[in-house]
């Protein structure tokens, strides 16, 4: 497969083996802003778990390119370490989507925007993460109390209630 295209056959594989494991896992980032109606080329899926399903989720998946797993991350800002974690609420909000025509558990709108938020990359680092949340904000009905929960929930007050006040999320 080449890098940056990801094919069906190995969206079907990665789902069958996670499948297999009995974990709770779901795509976040570009590929769930993807399944949210944003039709930029998706290059690689990002999949969130619990951290004790981390090793377990990785082992499933080795030697499968174009996927990354992670877990319990602690993504450092000016304003202070932002938390991202997978947990019972967020596992029971994930929604069924379609990617690549195939249905795969998709982390909420609102936990993706929390996530995009905190990191705030553009163009300068390839990614687009405020067009990100614009669009899913547009697009998507939001849980703005749910929204406000996670946001504090993953300490990212002072990093993310500024911007999405100014996109007149909040």
């Known amino acids: 497969m080449q890098k940056g295209k990801i094919a069906r056959s190995s969206l079907y594989e990665v789902k069958s083996k996670l499948v297999e494991t009995g974990i709770h896992w779901v795509i976040f980032a ?17 999949i969130l778990v619990k951290i ?3 090793e ?17 991350l602690k993504i450092k800002t000016n304003q202070g370490t932002c938390l991202f974690f997978m947990d019972k609420e967020m596992v029971e909000r994930a ?3 379609k990617l690549f025509g195939m249905s795969v558990p998709v982390i ?8 995009k938020a ?7 680092k390839g990614k687009h993460d405020i067009e ?4 899913m904000a547009a697009n998507e009905k939001i849980d703005l109390e749910y929204l406000k929960k996670r ?4 300490y990212a007050e002072k990093r993310v209630k500024p911007l999405l006040t100014l996109l007149g999320i909040l």
Do not use: M
């Open 30 to 46: 570009g590929a769930a802003a993807y399944c949210y109606g944003n039709r930029r080329k998706v290059t690689d899926v990002d």
């Open 108 to 115: 909420s709108v609102e936990d993706n925007i929390v996530f």
């Open 118 to 124: 905190i990191l705030q990359r553009g163009e300068d």
């Open 56 to 72: 377990k989720a990785r082992n499933a998946l080795k030697n499968t390119e174009g996927f990354d797993i992670v877990a319990d």
């Open 95 to 97: 929604k069924w989507k």
């Open 151 to 154: 946001i504090k929930k993953c």
């Open 132 to 135: 990100d949340i614009q669009h």
């Open 52 to 54: 004790e399903d981390l």
